[in-house]
């Protein structure tokens, strides 16, 4: 018999990787992202390596958004979130594991697309370097963060752009501080480790607060 | 404490031997709710409501639409707070909550459209099932009792409105808890399908546990005690 917490991360894995999951929209969500600008900014090889970590991180950013507003709200239609509540596991503990499943299928299948779409915006080896390092540290924290808005959009129908609303300016410390330490890899006047050592304890803060938030947002909209 | 540990330990032969009916270890079992008042979305729905239901029995509540009979059901599997009041669980252990100990059933399934009917209720059985409790069945039985069994392996969302009813009324028996919340259940289902179901229930019923059912048709049920919601109006 599995334990309840490894039951839920393979039924929310499977979920997300069944036609119509998230887990193979948010790659394709930031290719196309990633794709398009260069024809906004236009081909400058220079220009592109120097904003290149940043457009990684922003298409990463919208594209792990573009997920969230399902979360919790599939399993509100659909009733489980009811039944979730009445597991032994704890509701905090429930909504770790769906955040941790939901990164799994949806965040790491972007940091190992990151490296190949950085090819394409001019970045060397460091930057690349740089870049899946930061994504990697990082991306946990703005799964964690958004399910904090999926959460609190959970009743509100069609709620994903009210949750955009209220996540994308949570999600901007993690975005500076993301970009600044790709940007130090390659040099710079800061070293690579103050800023992303910060990422990192944004990221574990994150782990601490988010699921208690989110847990508390959907025993209050439950009622 | 000697006393409580030789309690304990003639709770453990009796759950061991093997021709004891379940029905004694769980019949200390008992729900009471006095004078239960719950609102929903800051309007007052029940109030000064009191009944209890003891393991092995069931109890259907009637009334008229809006009358609170989903309310009361949701204040009792936890998912709602009641404004006053208490529910109380004798027969079980102090930490022992009471939704840990029941099965909730609404208008909703809590199945995932995209994995198969096995998928979904392996998930509920890991994940409702409180320990290897023998109570609980396997999923194929499980399927056979609500007469699914050739839907195994086809995915939840391919099934029709009255097989989808019957896949979350297997969840009931995949994870043994004494207690079951049932709102509307029967719902789609057809004749033979309540037949089935009817007799799902007396089984549950004499393996001690109880159910609470809100419901506008007979359940088939003999036996089960009946509370009228809003009948004074």
């Not at chain 1, 334990?3 to 997300?16: C, D, T, V």
């Not at chain 1, 236009?42 to 298409?59: E, H, Q, T, V, Y």
Request: glycine share 10%.
């Amino acid at each position: 018999m599995t334990s309840p917490i490894g039951a839920l991360f393979q039924r929310e894995w499977r979920i997300a990787r069944r036609v119509g999951g998230s887990g193979a929209m948010g790659v394709v969500f930031f290719l196309t992202l990633v794709t398009i600008v260069p024809f906004a900014v236009g081909p400058d090889p220079n220009l592109l390596s120097r904003i290149g970590p940043a457009i990684l991180w922003i298409a990463a950013l919208l594209a792990s958004l573009l997920a969230f507003d399902r979360l919790f709200q599939a399993d509100a239609e659909d009733g489980s979130l009811d039944l979730l509540h009445l597991g032994e596991t704890p509701l905090e503990l429930a909504v770790l594991v769906k955040c941790a499943a939901h990164w799994a299928a949806t965040g790491l299948p972007l940091i190992v697309a990151a490296p190949f779409l950085g090819l394409m915006l001019q970045q060397e080896t460091t930057a690349l370097a740089g870049v899946v390092a930061t994504l990697l540290v990082g991306t946990p924290a703005l799964t964690l963060i958004g399910a904090i808005g999926a959460a609190a959009t959970v009743t509100v129908r069609r709620g994903g752009l009210l949750m955009a609303l209220l996540v994308l300016p949570l999600t901007i410390p993690v975005l500076i501080f993301g970009v600044s330490a790709s940007e130090a890899a390659t040099g710079g006047t800061v070293p690579f480790y103050s800023p992303f050592s910060i990422l990192c304890a944004i990221t574990l803060a994150a782990l601490a607060l988010c699921p208690f938030a989110a847990a508390a947002a959907l025993r209050h909209l439950g009622e | 404490m000697a006393l409580r540990r030789g309690f304990l330990y003639w709770l453990v032969l009796m759950e061991k031997s093997p021709h004891r009916p379940h029905a004694e270890v769980h019949s200390a079992l008992r729900l009471k709710v006095e004078n239960l008042a719950v609102a929903r979305g800051g309007r007052p729905v029940l109030a000064g409501l009191s009944f209890s239901v003891s393991g092995g029995e069931a109890l259907v509540v009637t009334g008229r639409n809006g009358t609170g009979k989903s309310t009361l059901l949701r204040a009792l599997a936890g998912l709602l707070p009641s404004l006053s009041g208490e529910v109380r669980l004798e027969g079980v252990g102090d930490a022992v909550e009471l939704p840990q100990l029941a099965h909730y059933l609404a208008h909703a399934d809590g199945m995932k459209a995209a994995l198969t009917v096995e998928e979904n209720l392996d998930f509920w059985a890991a994940y409702l099932s409180s320990a290897a409790d023998r109570r609980s069945r396997p999923v194929a039985q499980a399927l056979s009792m609500v007469g699914l069994s050739h839907a195994l392996r086809a995915p939840f969302g391919a099934l029709s409105a009255g097989q989808k009813r019957r896949a979350a009324l297997a969840r009931l028996l995949v994870a043994f808890r004494p207690i079951w919340l049932l709102d509307e259940p029967l719902t789609a289902l057809d004749r033979a399908s309540r037949e089935k179901f009817a007799a799902a229930m007396r089984d549950h019923c004499a393996l001690g546990g109880l159910i609470v059912a809100a419901t506008h048709e007979p359940l088939g049920l003999e036996e089960a005690g009946e509370l009228v919601l809003g009948g004074a109006k």
